[in-house]
Structure formats: C-alpha cells, structure tokens
C-alpha cells in the first residue's frame, strides 16, 4: 500500500481515507479471489467478532459456508463451548441448516426466530422428531400468532432429494425447474438441510472454509486467566480449528505468558492474539507464539474505552503500522472492529490486514444469538451488547459469589443493550456478506488487483477532509 501525493502527520481511521484507482488489467470482480492466507484456510477474509450477541454456533456455520469464520466467545461454558464446536461440524457444507420447531408450537414462536421473508422457512417435526412438514417463512405474515405450526403444513411444501443435488448449479436449475423459492432438502426421509434459490446461487459462487475431514472450520475465544492450557487443549480435542486468546489489552505480560503456554502444548492449530495496536505488542505477541494478531482498541460501536480511558488508536493507522510489524515476522494480522460499510473492510485489507473482524453489522441479523423483537414502530431488531458492559460481566462471572460479582460489575464499561435492527432487504449474514464482497470485490479490480497479497501491494490510499466523506455517501432523496 501506498499513499497517494501525501505523507499523514497524524493517525487515520477509516472515513479518514480513500482508495484511488489505478490502472488495472482485472477484467471483473469475478476474476479476483479473496482467499486469505493467514492459515486459517478462509476463502473469504472476513472473521465474526467473539461476542456473546454476535457469534452463536448458526452464525458460525453460516459464515464457514461461504468461506469465513466464526469465533465462539470465551464467555460460554467450556462444556457449551464443546458442543458448539461439535454442532457446527455436523452441519452440512452444501446446504442451509434448518430452522426446525415442532408442530405443536405456533407462529409467534417462529416469529421469533425469523421474519417472514422469501428464502427461507420453518421445518417441522412431530413429538418423536420425525419431519412432518416445511412452512416457507413469508407463509407467516398471513396468519394469527397463535396459530399452530401444524395446522399449516396441510399442504406440505415439496421437497428435494439431496441425491438428486449433484452439485451447486444443479441445485439451483432444479429449484427453478420446480417452481421453489425454499425447500427442505432430505435423505431417507430425514431432513439434512434447506435449500433456496439464493443460496443454490451463493454456493456457485463461495467456496466453504472447511478442515482436512470436510468440516466446517470454527474458532473459539479463550481468556488469558485459570488455566488457559487446560482450556485450549480441551477446545482442541473438540475439534476446534483456530483458537482465539483474548483480553481487552493485549499488550501485557498475563498474554504473553498465556501465548507461550499454548504454543507449547503444540496442538498444530492457528493462535490469534490480542487486542493490540502498536507495532512492539505485535513483535512480543508472535515471538511468544501467536501467528495471527488482533487489531483493534476502543473502534468497536459496542466499546466505550476511548471515551472511559482514552486509551486506543484510530484503526486505519493501528492495522497499517501493525500489519506492517506482523509481515516482516511472517505473520499476520485480523483488524478487530470500526467497519460499518463495505469500504472499511476494503481499507482494512488495504491497510494490509489478511481478514477483518465484523461485530455489531451481525448482530442484527437471522442467524445471530437471541430472538426477533419489535419496537414500538413495528422494526425488528435484536439486542446487543459489549463485552465489557455490566450485562457481559455478569454473564461472564455468573458463578462468582454476589460480593465479587458487585466488584466486577462496579467497573463495567461499554453498552449493556442496544438495538441493533434489522436491514428489511438484508436480513440474513450471508445478504451481508454478499454486499461487503461484492464492495471489496470491485475495491480490487479498481487497484489492479486479482488476489489479497496483490491488493496489499498495489492498493494506493488518498486522505480526506470530512466534508470529502460526506460527499461519497449517496442521498436517500432529491436534494
């Protein structure tokens, strides 16, 4: 990366900056790969944040089924943690994974699971859990809440036979052929998975990022206190594919300590470490044994640090010096937070990081942790939260007894609750992950660049006034 006719006096972030086009010979955005090379074998560079409100075991396999990856937050049980794990290995790398309820429930239950859009729907089950029918989620909006479930699949939706599934174009030529817009998809009468035109479309397109047995890849966060080793060997026996150490200041001597003990155990997997922002906690972090290096203090829309402590860095500059720091060690680095468009990503790998971290923009979507609510106005939102806030805290140290607990909570810091609603024509993380790629996608062509390393070479970044900014944003009306 270069910067175009300028040399900063001072930090940027990234509305601080642009990227200028150069001459290119990438004829389309379909000519370029995103594939990262980090060693977490993602053909799409983009990460969901360890929180508790954005990454469940759904997202993460989602998010793997087009090539990212999910990291688990250190704040679930080791034991839930396991299952997680072992949940998202057993979903399927060609289909969607079924929202299944049983027959007895009723439409108010699925509604909060998911609105009644097209492309998706409900897979039913009776008390024994054999399927008994499939409800296609804009089925909902027409009927009472208290409906039941059952009472709706009369006329049973058709199904497709993954047999009949050769591959991904198949898929999709079947479904128009069938006059489908959803369906779910069985073997031997059991249900594997759903299946959408969308998505039929989406795997002709993504490839999935999955381990040597043809899993779905999945990380996990773990904390730097207790016995860290103990922890990570466990979420490697689980089948954990990258292992995630995590603490708000990563710079300090407890992570350094927790980084070599799990690099000693030797358990062959990827070791991210962070946050940091500096170009010496990058240089103590992979010489104790981390590969990869989070990025990122207080740009969070969750995080309140910059304004409790003034302690961070704009995330433009911190990626850019940190990126540069981790290369010239052979190693790499994850920008953790500050995206809100699909430009912040394109300026983060600019910058030079392999993947960035995305967190609150998925927390108000389908497959996120937490159930559908509604305001006041009739929008669906779900709710979210920082890690640091007095609500993560107490989710955290739970089993603590009151008067420690009061301790810990007497210095929260961060949002307990916000709304974070959902995009009515992007509802689902994968119609996000479309946006964001196909932004970053054309970021590429615009340098010249069919790869990641070579948009890290040839990316030419300019900077901006506020007034400069303002101007790229489109107008919703006419002025």
Known sequence: MEFYETTPAHDLTYSDVFLVPSHSNVPSRLNVSLETKDG??????????????????????????????????????????????????????????????????????????????????????????????CIPASRLQTVFPDARLGDLAHAQLASIDADDVTDARAAFDLMVAAELDFAPVLRHGLVIGTLSRRSA??????????DAHGRLKVAAAVGIN??????ASALAEAGVDVLVLDTAHGHQAGMVKAVAMVARLGLGLPIVAGNVVTADAVRDLVNAGASIIKVGVGPGAMCTTRMMTAVGRPQFSAVLETADAATELGAH????????????????????????MIGSWFAGTIEAPGTLQTDAAGRLYKESWGMASTKAVQGRFERLDAYELARKELFAEGISSSQIYLDPLRPSVEDLIDMITAGVRSSFTYAGARTLPEFHRNALVGVQSAAGYEEGKALPVSW
Request: net charge neutral.
């Open 333 to 356: 680095v994850w920008a953790d937070g500050g995206v809100r468009y699909p430009r912040d990503v394109a300026l983060a790998l600019a910058a030079g990081a392999a993947s960035v």
């Open 40 to 133: 977490t074998g993602a053909s799409l560079p983009i990460v969901s944040a360890n929180m508790n409100s954005v990454t469940g075991p759904r997202l993460a396999a989602t998010l793997a089924r087009r090539g990212g990856l999910g990291v688990l937050p250190q704040d679930m049980h080791l034991q839930d943690l396991d299952a997680a794990i072992r949940w998202v290995k057993a979903q399927s790398t060609a289909f969607d994974t079924p929202v299944q309820l049983g027959a007895t429930q009723t439409v108010a239950d699925a509604l909060r699971l998911l609105p009644p859009v097209e492309g998706h729907g409900i897979v039913l089950s009776d008390d024994s859990g054999a399927y008994v029918g």
């Open 201 to 210: 479309l989406r795997s002709t397109l993504y490839q999935p990022n999955v």
């Open 226 to 231: 207790g016995d860290v080793a103990a922890k």
